[in-house]
């Protein structure tokens, strides 16, 4: 089976692992502060906080941020849950902003959501494709709000030439196993507001300041979201080869675009040529007319070989929020979700495996 995302561990990323485990400190020692300070050099970002999650991180943004009960968050339903999960955890309700053909929240669609609650936009860059930077961050400035991009699929995505990581108020990066690169479980906060980044470190480790000596005072609300050092070490010996890992992706990506352009059944996601994509995801979305044999199309490409999935039932669909916040509709997300399917694209690909996923994307869907 080639699955549609996996990680690529060498020798190097082992020995550095291996080398910390056999050091005197498992956690609290210095490869967190060297990780933060390649990806702070990768993004162009003064300030990096690592998380043992993303999912983490977003609960530590959320919360330093002053997000709370009663206000509002607009946000994307085309992610994974813990893009709203955390703000909905402390009390704040979504408004869902609709998307369009390719997966990205629709910046048209955000200034009729704004009400005097509203307290924040989140973004998502969908398998890597940023989102309209620049359009929400002139939005987010005419109402005072924040702008957070929960950009998870999106370390090394570019647009206009700048990185991903360096429009937004804060951004968030997941260093989950099958995420652009991995720590097993990790993820940060990016931003260049200084006092931002020493709450965030406070929030991650229970809110406790050392003084002298023996002395310490606990300051704040705080937990323990701290990330070991040898996922640290491992971050670091990846983060190299992060580039190489995109590179590649793209190579497959491209293939496939080549390989996909004239098909009547399906379309692709369009990379501008002023972005650049991680290509975490390469999603494909059926005509509408082929939207109704997802499920027989989906069966037999797994049954071919192909670790395909979908991204993302609309999160206002699941059962916690319909009972939460009661049911709701938005066209293109609901089309999106009834059409998409992400096909193998990583790293550890070759382009002969290209090759054989396309023919069999091809041969299935006709
Ligand atoms: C993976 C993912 C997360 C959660 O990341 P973890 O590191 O697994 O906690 C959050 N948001 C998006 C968009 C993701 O894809």
Same mark, same amino acid.
């Given at each position: 089976m080639i699955p549609y995302s996996t990680q690529f561990i060498d020798e190097d990323d082992i020995k550095a692992v291996v080398?910390?485990?056999?050091?005197?400190?498992?956690?609290?020692?210095?490869?967190?502060? /060297? @990780?933060?300070?390649?990806?702070?050099?990768?993004? *162009?970002?003064?300030?990096? %906080? &690592?998380?043992?999650s993303a999912t983490s991180a977003l609960f530590a943004l959320y919360s330093s941020i002053g997000i709370g009960c009663d206000d509002e968050v607009i946000t994307t339903p085309i992610t994974f849950a813990a893009t709203s999960n955390m703000f909905?955890?402390?009390?704040?309700?979504?408004?869902?902003?609709?998307?369009?053909?390719?997966?990205?929240?629709?910046?048209?669609?955000?200034?009729?959501?704004?009400?005097?609650?509203?307290?924040?936009i989140v973004a998502v860059d969908f398998g890597g494709k940023p989102v309209e930077h620049k359009k929400i961050q002139n939005i987010a400035k005419k109402y005072n709000l924040l702008y957070i991009d929960d950009a998870s699929h999106a370390f090394g995505s570019e647009l206009d030439g700048q990185k991903v990581g360096s429009f937004a108020d804060a951004?968030?990066? /997941? @260093?989950?196993?099958?995420?652009?690169?991995?720590? *097993?479980?990790?993820?940060? %906060? &990016?931003?260049?507001?200084?006092?931002?980044?020493?709450?965030?470190?406070?929030?991650?480790?229970?809110?406790?300041?050392?003084?002298?000596?023996?002395?310490?005072?606990?300051?704040?609300?705080?937990?323990?979201?701290?990330?070991?050092?040898?996922?640290?070490?491992?971050?670091?010996?990846?983060?190299?080869?992060?580039?190489?890992?995109?590179?590649?992706r793209n190579e497959i990506a491209i293939y496939y675009d080549e390989r996909f352009k004239e098909s009547k059944f399906f379309t692709t996601q369009k990379i501008g040529q002023n972005q650049k994509s991680s290509r975490h995801l390469y999603p494909i979305n059926l005509a509408p007319s082929f939207s109704q044999k997802k499920e027989e199309i989906f069966k037999e490409l797994q049954k071919k070989g192909l670790g395909v999935q979908v991204h993302y039932k609309p999160i206002y669909q699941n059962s916690f929020y319909i009972k939460k916040f009661g049911k709701m509709s938005l066209k293109s997300a609901e089309e999106f979700y009834k059409s998409e399917i992400s096909i193998p694209c990583h790293q550890k690909m070759t382009l002969e495996d290209a090759k054989f996923v396309a023919d069999i994307v091809l041969k299935v869907i006709a």
């Open positions: 080398e910390v485990l056999k050091s005197s400190h498992l956690t609290q020692g210095r490869s967190v502060e /060297s @990780f933060e300070k390649a990806i702070s050099e990768y993004v *162009g970002i003064k300030n990096v %906080v &690592v998380f043992n909905v955890a402390l009390g704040a309700k979504p408004l869902w902003c609709d998307v369009k053909p390719d997966g990205n929240m629709d910046e048209n669609s955000i200034e009729k959501l704004i009400t005097p609650k509203t307290k924040a951004t968030i990066f /997941s @260093f989950h196993a099958i995420k652009p690169f991995t720590t *097993g479980e990790g993820g940060c %906060v &990016v931003t260049d507001d200084n006092k931002l980044a020493d709450k965030l470190r406070l929030f991650r480790s229970h809110g406790i300041i050392k003084q002298k000596l023996y002395k310490s005072d606990m300051i704040q609300m705080g937990y323990n979201f701290r990330m070991t050092e040898f996922q640290a070490a491992l971050g670091l010996s990846q983060i190299k080869k992060v580039d190489s890992f995109i590179k590649k």
